[in-house]
């Protein structure tokens, strides 16, 4: 049994040790703003965060997170940041079919928490783990400039 | 490409309200904000993953309380509380096509886009097949150009109905009335009446049968980059994709099929699968094995345990290299004639000079980033299904047809996509879900793990192309001869086969309608169907002959030592559309500015979908043969921009999805397997590769054109022509491959 705290709230979960965190929210928890989209840490569309840092949620198994603090994207607009983000994406229109943008709005966030003013190269650093395969990176570089300035 | 015409409609014309189904629920109204994914749920006590994670209480849903309002034609409904529910008819992959469609409709309904709600459409042909597909389709870049005008006569049509009732209870002519924003309003006293004032009396009106539809000139939403509806829940986690789906005493599990097509499953040793906690079941079916757990976790650590022994059948020994071989010894005496136009042959013996080259292309993947998945339940009174397709009346008659049931007993609850790109205009993976699902009494989703996904595709076929043209004095095209080589997408779209000796339009796409003035012309097909699953991809027949006739363009060019856009505007002079794009592109992109060695640009240009576009892409090449984007400008004439954010959205990302293929996707077999695995080996682009991307648009006809894979289709020559100008390189084949550029730079 491990008690995770997710979003601000605990939650207890009867799951084996090697489970990853993706599984733990999507299928036990329900919480499928989280996508899987390679099971192998090349996608990123799992990302979430630990303590305000982004990882691979495909990658993470849930006996590792202890208690550290879990955000997923589901409660990032309750953050500060989180929340410039969602609105850049919105006012640029960054999202086609989205089903990375969950991924790629947590690893922007995460960048934004550590650099408030990144430039194209700390964007590309940060951001080269999150595919997108509608093409969307364009606008992904300018959301975050947005939020950056917002 | 033509899609199957499984049900055949002439013409469009409005909807017959008799012939209605019982679509929307006043349930999916309670909650307010978006809909998306909660339509149609049928007889299944099923809810979409948000509100049953939500909290709300399955028993508030009153599965027999059916709709009451206004219900004009298949596309509308308003309430009598005012609300607004628009049925969206084409799938929602990320092209945009709710807000779109919506904006077609609102025009006209006089709504505001915030005061709307969507829904997919249930399959249903006779109400919802598009005019040009001729289907419940969606693909081929032809949403926005079928439902331009139904879909402004079923809004118009609608608002005439609700006026006139207005106009009746005022006892005024309608003539004298406005409307905006759902609300009637008489300006000779300032009375007003809302749409939900209205259904009951509006429900009574006569259907219009010839409603004036606004000029452009009178578009108030038609033409503005108008917020778009599906990506508000898409930035916070609430959308729900066909893999979201969550319904009451669901099981999860996953996917293993033959690894060679055509192969048979022999036998599975699933003792070590079935010992692994939260394993409720090992399904077979005869090509495939699907374990079934608690969750996926359990799913796939139990899969990972299986032994199993398959029958590898005919193509246990295919390789790549064996099919494209297999085109490359088929003559062209007997191929199929695609285009004869004049003499070639006779102008070929006058001509100065001749040049030929052959180009292949690769078996593409699609790699949605939403991985294959079918959320199913078999039922005794049917069947519901839970997935996102582009063809939801081929996903129930095919589900149909594999149970033995009437295609009514199965219900497509149809979802938001995670990236269509041509791959969900299949059914295999629908069907394979319902064959398991058949087996068992809980309700399953079924998700393929990428490797499944990237294993067990239907791809974009090998095509190898014999290509030639014979120049005049000037340089320039006098005879223009296309082999085209490679198997037929159609056929697998058409129960009973193509044919042999039936022209396939897809493969020969784009070619049949060349746009340069060329006298003579050969285009021709030598069918070699492929032993392996093939299907549509992004730009369709046009991505893989564009790439042939751009480059092979350029190549004339460089021949008649011209500069590639004046050659092809020498090529183009009738065509004013054409003109202008490339006049704008290469003036955008500063085509006659100097670049510094290593560095080049190329163009390409083609007239498809109805939508001419010209792309310019700016690369350096180093000395190890590295690629490096520096600038891509693309012009287009979209006719009717219906949403100008989205036409630019649209062409950014067309272009990098084909930038991506034409810089790695390479799906390659051996020993009839797929090698590739995952996105470590089936690479893909990424951010930091990505340079600056200006997009412009020209409005230059009374319609709009198609677009979502027109920036597809453009990249692969872009680029090769780019490196051509940077290097010096003519690369015919697909992916590029950088040690041959390295290999010359290092030469000098």
């Not at chain 2, 006043?26 to 299944?44: E, I």
């Not at chain 2, 498809?608 to 520096?630: M, T, Y």
């Not at chain 2, 020209?698 to 290097?727: C, Q, R, Y």
Request: glycine share 10%; with cysteine.
């Amino acid at each position: 049994m491990y008690t995770l705290s997710i979003n601000g709230k605990e939650h207890k979960v009867d799951v084996p040790d090697d489970m990853p965190l993706l599984w733990v929210l999507r299928d036990v928890l329900g919480m499928t703003g989280t996508k899987f989209g390679c099971g192998a840490g090349l996608c990123g569309a799992c990302t979430v965060h630990l303590d305000g840092v982004a990882v691979r949620g495909c990658q993470t198994a849930v006996a590792d997170v202890g208690k550290q603090k879990i955000t997923t994207i589901e409660g990032i607009g309750d953050t500060e940041i989180g929340k410039k983000v969602q609105k850049a994406w919105l006012d640029l229109e960054v999202v086609q079919c989205g089903y990375c943008q969950s991924g790629q709005i947590m690893s922007a966030t995460s960048l934004l928490a550590k650099n408030p003013n990144p430039t194209d190269a700390d964007i590309d650093e940060a951001m080269q783990g999150n595919l997108c395969r509608c093409g969307t990176y364009v606008r992904i570089r300018e959301g975050i400039k947005q939020a950056a300035t917002a | 490409m033509n899609m199957i015409n499984r049900t055949r409609r002439e013409g469009y014309g409005l909807v017959d309200t008799k012939n209605l189904p019982a679509a929307t629920r006043r349930q999916f109204l309670k909650g307010g904000g978006m809909l998306l994914a909660f339509s149609m749920l049928g007889g299944s006590k099923a809810l979409a993953a948000f509100e049953y994670v939500g909290g709300i209480d399955p028993k508030e849903w009153d599965e027999h309380a059916g709709f009451h309002g206004f219900a004009p034609n298949g596309f509308i409904r308003i309430g009598k509380d005012n609300e607004i529910v628009l049925i969206m008819p084409s799938a929602e992959m990320g092209q945009g096509i709710y807000t779109g469609l919506s904006m077609l409709i609102a025009e006209e309904l006089e709504v505001g886009l915030d005061q709307i709600q969507v829904v997919p459409a249930p399959p249903n042909n006779a109400l919802y097949a598009q005019p040009i597909l001729k289907s419940q389709t969606t693909g081929n870049s032809t949403s926005t150009r079928a439902f331009w005008t139904p879909l402004r006569q079923a809004g118009a049509a609608a608002r005439t109905m609700l006026v006139n009732a207005a106009a009746k209870r005022w006892k005024v002519d309608p003539a004298t009335l406005t409307v905006a924003r759902g609300v009637v309003t008489n300006p000779a006293n300032g009375k007003t009446l809302k749409y939900g004032d209205l259904v009951e009396a509006a429900s009574k009106e006569a259907l219009p049968q010839n409603v004036a539809l606004k000029s452009k000139d009178q578009f108030k939403l038609i033409g503005t980059p108008a917020p778009r509806v599906d990506t508000p829940h898409k930035v916070n986690g609430k959308a729900i994709y066909g893999i979201d789906v969550r319904v009451p005493g669901m099981k999860v599990g996953t996917v293993l099929a033959s690894p060679v097509p055509g192969g048979k499953l022999v036998s599975v040793d699933d003792t070590a699968a079935r010992k692994v906690k939260g394993v409720v079941d090992v399904l077979k079916i005869g090509n495939a094995v699907a374990v079934v757990g608690e969750h996926f976790w359990a799913a796939k650590s139990a899969a990972d345990q299986l032994k199993i022994t398959w029958d590898d059948g005919a193509n246990a020994g295919v390789t790549t290299q064996q099919m494209i071989d297999a085109i490359k010894n088929t003559p062209v005496d007997g191929a199929v004639n695609a285009v004869k136009k004049g003499d070639v042959a006779a102008a070929a013996k006058t001509a100065a000079k001749t040049i030929e080259a052959a180009y292949t292309l690769p078996n593409l993947a699609h790699a949605t980033l939403e991985p294959i998945n079918t959320t199913i339940q078999v039922q005794k009174d049917g069947v519901d299904v839970w997935v996102g397709t582009q063809v939801p009346v081929n996903a129930q008659q095919a589900v149909a047809g594999a149970l033995k049931l009437k295609p009514e007993q199965v219900r497509i609850h149809n979802q938001l996509i995670g990236g269509g790109y041509g791959r969900r205009l299949t059914v295999e993976s629908i069907v394979q879900a319902a064959l398991f699902a058949a087996q068992v009494k809980y309700p399953v989703k079924l998700i393929w793990t990428r490797e499944e996904d990237i294993q067990h595709d239907n791809y974009r076929p090998i095509y190898y192309d014999r290509i030639s043209a014979a120049l005049d004095a000037e340089g320039m095209p006098v005879a223009f001869t296309d082999h085209v080589g490679g198997g037929s997408v159609l056929n697998t779209f058409i129960p009973t086969g193509l044919p042999k000796g039936a022209l396939d339009s897809d493969a020969v796409g784009a070619v049949t309608a060349l746009s340069y003035a060329i006298p003579n012309q050969l285009v021709d097909w030598v069918r070699v169907d492929p032993p392996i699953n093939i299907g549509f991809w992004r730009g369709v027949g046009e991505t893989h002959n564009s790439f042939v006739v751009e480059s092979f363009m350029d190549e004339l060019a460089a021949a008649a030592g011209k500069d590639p856009v004046e050659y092809r505007l020498a090529l183009l002079k009738d065509d004013p559309r054409a003109t202008a794009v490339i006049k704008l592109a290469a003036d955008k992109a500063g085509w006659s500015e100097k670049l510094p060695a290593g560095s080049g640009r190329g163009i390409s240009y083609h007239h498809a979908f109805d939508s001419p576009l010209a792309v310019i892409v700016e690369v350096s090449v180093d000395e190890q043969g590295e690629i490096k984007l520096k600038k891509i400008v693309a012009a287009v004439d979209i006719g009717v921009a219906v949403n100008p954010n989205t036409v630019k959205a649209q062409l950014e990302g067309g272009i990098i999805f084909g930038l991506s293929a034409a810089l790695y996707n390479n799906i390659t077999f051996d020993k009839g397997r797929v090698m590739q695995n995952n996105f470590d080996d089936y690479q893909q682009i990424r951010i930091n590769e990505i340079p600056p991307v200006e997009t412009y648009i020209i409005e230059g006809a009374d319609h709009p054109g198609g677009l979502g894979e027109s920036g597809t289709v453009s990249a692969a020559p872009a680029l090769g022509n780019a490196i051509f100008a940077a290097t010096g390189i003519r690369l015919r084949e697909l992916p590029y491959d950088k040690s041959q550029l390295a290999k010359a730079r290092a030469a000098g």
